[in-house]
């Protein structure tokens, strides 16, 4: 199993990000994809979640209208458009993949560094 995000960096406020999550290993189709974000001395927080049918999106409060999630389920990858950039942003963004049933499983990526800087 793995899961490795991608497209990070370092960008100015006002800048767009769209950051990857690439999976393997498990039955992507099977999982609902959540994006995580961690700002250093901050407990990591729930940005944004598609369902595994990808009918469904649910986004933080904070991000909303200027995060999308998406995902693609023949590369088995998900996705975070990310606009108008804060430095609010900035914090290691984590890629999750969960499911309920049957039974309850999940996995993490190691993380993509967003830097929203001027």
């Known amino acids: 199993v793995r899961i490795v995000e991608s497209g990070g960096g370092l960008v100015q406020p006002g800048a767009s990000l769209r950051l990857s999550c690439a999976a393997s290993g498990f039955t992507f189709t099977s999982y609902h994809i959540k994006w995580y974000r961690q700002a250093v001395g901050k407990e990591r927080e729930l940005v944004a979640l598609i369902t595994k049918d990808g009918s469904n999106t649910t986004y933080a409060d904070s991000v909303r209208e200027r995060f999308t999630i998406s995902r693609d389920d023949v590369k088995f990858e998900a996705y975070l458009q990310m606009d108008s950039l804060t430095p609010e942003a900035t914090a290691v963004y984590y890629c999750?993949?969960?499911?309920?049933?049957?039974?309850?499983?999940?996995?993490w990526g190691q993380g993509t560094q967003v830097v929203v800087s001027s």
């Open positions: 999750n993949a969960r499911r309920a049933s049957p039974r309850f499983d999940e996995y």
